[in-house]
């Protein structure tokens, strides 16, 4: 749960810096980096509920079988029929 709440904190941090650097407005980047994870939030939520749709299913099915058509390589371990929505950690 620490390396989640870091994380988060420093995306917040990430993104007022940037935005700021960009516009040169602290309002603009206060605005952008609290709106920016409320509709991030909402359309994760639409992602998730539509994911396992019959339609998003046979899109990535065909996208897997378009992959290994053209010579994509797959990660090592998978059939390349299915993408993960489950993060992966490198620690």
Do not use: C
């Not at 992602?47 to 058509?69: C, G, K, Q, S």
């Amino acid at each position: 749960m620490a390396k989640t709440a870091t994380f988060g904190i420093m995306h917040v941090g990430t993104s007022f810096v940037v935005t700021y650097t960009l516009t040169g407005s602290y309002t603009v980047a206060g605005a952008v980096t609290v709106v920016e994870p409320l509709v991030n939030t909402a359309m994760h939520y639409v992602f998730d509920r539509h994911w396992d749709h019959p339609r998003a299913v046979a899109v990535r099915a065909r996208m897997a079988r378009a992959t290994r058509w053209i010579g994509v390589p797959q990660r090592s371990g998978t059939t390349g029929d299915h993408f993960s929505t489950k993060a992966r950690s490198i620690t």
